[in-house]
């Protein structure tokens, strides 16, 4: 069974800095893509950040392009997101998402995968 635990998140002033971490286990070891999504009540979920494991190709919504750094540590099955320059509007839940065996470009809406974890909480202070 695939599994990801996300953990890293808090509550931070505006333009702080936070690394999000993602432990993922219970998947074979093949080309897939994997994102960062938040949520925040009243609003759909939207993508923020995703990388293709098959070339580590990396994509950003705009508006956090400069700001925020989607990486993975191989060796610990990790996945990270570097956000820095935090603002308000950055508040939501986070998570992060797997589809297994997907060929790049790697889809945008969260239709696109398969598994889920269970978020962690990130709020922005002016």
């Known amino acids: 069974q695939v599994q990801l635990v996300e953990s890293g998140g808090g509550s931070v002033q505006a333009g702080g800095s936070l690394r999000l971490s993602c432990a993922a286990s219970?998947?074979?070891?093949?080309?897939?893509?994997m994102g960062w999504f938040r949520h925040t009540p009243g609003k759909e979920r939207e993508g923020v950040a995703y990388?293709?494991?098959?070339?580590?190709?990396?994509y950003y919504r705009d508006s956090v392009k400069g700001r925020f750094t989607i990486s993975r540590d191989s060796s610990k099955n990790t996945l990270y997101l570097q956000i820095n320059s935090l603002k308000p509007e950055d508040t939501a839940m986070y998570y992060c998402a797997v589809r297994i065996s997907y060929s790049y470009p790697c889809p945008r809406a969260p239709s696109g995968y398969n598994y889920w974890g269970q978020g962690t909480q990130v709020t922005v202070s002016s």
């Open positions: 219970g998947y074979p070891y093949s080309s897939h893509c």
């Open positions: 990388i293709y494991t098959g070339t580590d190709t990396t």
